[in-house]
């Protein structure tokens, strides 16, 4: 009898062996709406993805979502060509399809609200379905806009907000000295043409805004420009005639212009906090290029990682047509760094203004500075003293854009 009992006992090991389990749930993880750190049990990591929200709904990467929870790299498959995803985790399998409602787990059938989504080669999907599969509790931290993963029956995870990487031998933004127009002119910063593109047939008459509005696509180059807010604004065209120095009316409308080109890098690098496009990011460079600052206005520190941006020069132009009595408090240019969430503007005077602290900064991601198109724009407005501004931003799309989504002066 002993035997048969040492046999069985012996037996059972083996099939425990032999038969994966699922382990409890151990990880705690955080994923924060347009960011592309997360956190996995206190540790941050990066991917090439960010979460984001439709219709109420936060998406999460599902391969990130999946490696958090303890699924190995090679358990995550792929099949680009069905759009099918298998999590294999333990004793547990889950399968889902791009575009279908329906997950598997071991088999059974379950309905789901929402289907996985594929956004710049991605599948996405809201947490809750994945993690609950395996067994995790899903969390939602409103302020800072943060799901949260974890074991039942604990506390979620901390949410702390992402921290751009110090760089060695940085200085703040606050602490660096203010630039008189001769440091400007010894780091070859010129001042913006305040008129970029003379009319031939009006004499002293130009175009102060040669671009207006920009349709583009996340990640392409490719771009539509408008020189007038489409369908039936006008250019801003400096005359000197003109009781306010801008040419108004049907006088205006005739030089109107719309037209396809390729930027040297694209215009919008990626989605934002959101699905709309408000909050796409946009890569500051490309935002000057686009609007037609030149080059030799802006000055790019690598070390300080510091945006420098000069004003127009206005001295040939009339004070009033700018709204501002005192030239002394025109913009002598504006700086922006990564990681800091500040704006500072230098005006002619040497009087220094910082912003308030804002909700986010701009980042630096392959050598280019990032933020929101609508703060980028405001800068092109206020490089130009805000000359006839009509609002910036960005505005989904319309016919009237060629159903692209328009970046706007």
Request: hydrophobic share 40%.
């Amino acid at each position: 009898m002993r035997k048969l009992t040492l046999l069985l006992g012996f037996l059972l090991a083996l099939l425990a062996f032999a038969l994966p389990a699922l382990a409890a749930p151990a990880h705690k993880a955080v994923f924060v709406i347009g960011q592309k750190s997360y956190t996995v049990d206190g540790q941050a990591k990066t991917m090439d993805a960010a979460p984001f929200t439709r219709n109420g709904r936060s998406y999460v990467p599902v391969r990130y979502l999946a490696l958090a929870l303890g699924v190995a790299e090679n358990d995550i498959i792929w099949v680009g060509d069905t759009g099918d995803v298998s999590l294999k985790l333990g004793d547990k399998l889950v399968q889902m399809k791009v575009g279908s409602r329906t997950l598997y787990v071991n088999g059974q059938a379950k309905q789901m609200d929402v289907a996985p989504l594929v956004r710049n080669g991605r599948t996405y999907l809201p947490a809750r379905w994945v993690a609950e599969a395996f067994g995790y509790a899903v969390g939602w931290d409103e302020k800072a806009r943060a799901v949260t993963v974890y074991p039942p029956g604990q506390e979620p995870p901390e949410v702390k907000p992402p921290v751009q990487p110090p760089v060695a031998g940085k200085v703040s933004l606050k602490d660096m000295p203010v630039l008189s127009d001769a440091d400007l002119d010894a780091m070859g910063i010129k001042k913006i043409p305040l008129v970029k593109e003379w009319l031939p047939d009006k004499p002293g008459c130009g175009i102060v805004y040669p671009v207006q509005v920009v349709g583009y696509q996340v990640g392409s180059r490719n771009v539509t420009m408008w020189n007038y807010p489409p369908p039936s604004g006008r250019p801003i065209i400096y005359d000197p005639s003109q009781s306010d120095g801008i040419m108004l009316g049907v006088e205006a409308i005739k030089y109107r212009k719309k037209w396809t080109t390729t930027l040297s890098a694209p215009l919008a690098v990626g989605p934002g906090k959101t699905d709309y496009p408000w909050d796409d990011e946009f890569a500051a460079t490309s935002v000057l290029e686009a609007f037609g600052i030149p080059k030799e206005c802006w000055h790019w520190d690598e070390k300080n990682q510091v945006l420098t941006m000069r004003g127009a020069d206005t001295t040939n132009a009339p004070a009033w047509i700018f709204g501002r009595d005192n030239p002394a408090n025109r913009i002598r240019y504006i700086q922006i760094q990564a990681g800091t969430p500040y704006i500072k503007w230098v005006n002619e005077n040497g009087r220094v203004e910082i912003s308030e602290k804002l909700s986010d900064a701009p980042y630096v991601k392959d050598g280019r500075l990032i933020w929101d198109g609508q703060t980028l724009a405001n800068f092109v407005l206020q490089l130009h003293h805000d000359i006839a501004a009509y609002g910036s931003g960005v505005k989904e799309p319309t016919p009237e854009t060629d159903n692209l989504p328009a970046l706007h002066l």
